[in-house]
């Protein structure tokens, strides 16, 4: 199978004046295209962390990390900024819309940043937004959405750029159990339908058994459940 993710012993320490502190410990970890895998922990275990650092948003004390052949520990700034652009996915609890533009303007964003043109990024958010229930609010500010449609907003964006691979950081934790579970199906078909490749952290052992591998980090030590 091709292999979209592989991290070998990576580490990640935050030093302070007073304290050192080890939030990742050796951490390994090999994803494969397609493959859905769900990182369930205690708060402050880690996991966002371990996000972060597959998303280049972080870097780490130690280890390696390829994402799609890239090792990104080696990336400056800007190859960072277009690794995200190009490669990734990020779905967070917050949906982080911006609050002046639409639905179908937050959805084409990352494609316009890729320098696609407005026209075939216009008819592949339409796209997107049709998949997510949301043909009919294309042109709905933030504020006229609901919670819910909110973050199936952020969905839509999240595949705009087509990533290999969807970082999704507790991407149910702000929705009412209705909405949850509304989202929690789309993502989890979208993915399915488009072949995507997700890394998905969560506390929901329900969510977690959807998933085609479970991993439980714990005192900074990924385990296999």
């Known amino acids: 199978m091709n292999e979209i993710v592989a991290v070998s012993e990576l580490k990640k320490k935050y030093i302070s004046k007073y304290e050192e502190l080890e939030v990742l410990k050796n951490i390994s970890l090999t994803v ?20 972060n650092l597959l998303g280049g948003l972080d870097s780490a004390t130690s280890g390696r990390v390829f994402v799609n052949g890239n090792d990104i520990c080696k990336l400056n700034e800007h190859e960072l900024t277009g690794y995200r652009n190009r490669f990734i996915g ?49 042109h709905n500010l933030p504020a006229e959405l609901s919670g819910g449609e909110r973050q199936r907003v952020a969905v839509a964006r999240a595949l705009m750029n087509e990533p290999s691979l969807i970082l999704a950081d507790e991407p149910l934790g702000n929705l009412d159990e209705k909405n949850s579970l509304i989202v929690e199906n789309m993502l989890f078909s979208l993915v399915e339908k488009y072949n995507k490749t997700m890394i998905l952290v969560t506390h929901d052992t329900e969510v977690a058994n959807r998933s085609d591998r479970r991993y439980l980090l714990e005192h900074g030590i990924l385990e296999q459940m």
Do not use: C, W
């Open 32 to 51: 494969n295209q397609g493959e859905t895998v769900v990182i369930t922990g205690e708060s402050g275990s880690g996991k966002s962390t371990l996000l």
């Open 90 to 138: 990020f779905i967070f609890q917050f949906h982080y819309l911006l609050n002046d533009f639409d639905a179908m303007e937050n959805v084409l964003i990352p494609a316009l940043i890729r320098g696609d043109s407005y026209g075939s990024a216009q008819e592949r958010a339409v796209s997107l937004l049709a998949d997510v229930g949301l043909a009919d609010h294309l």
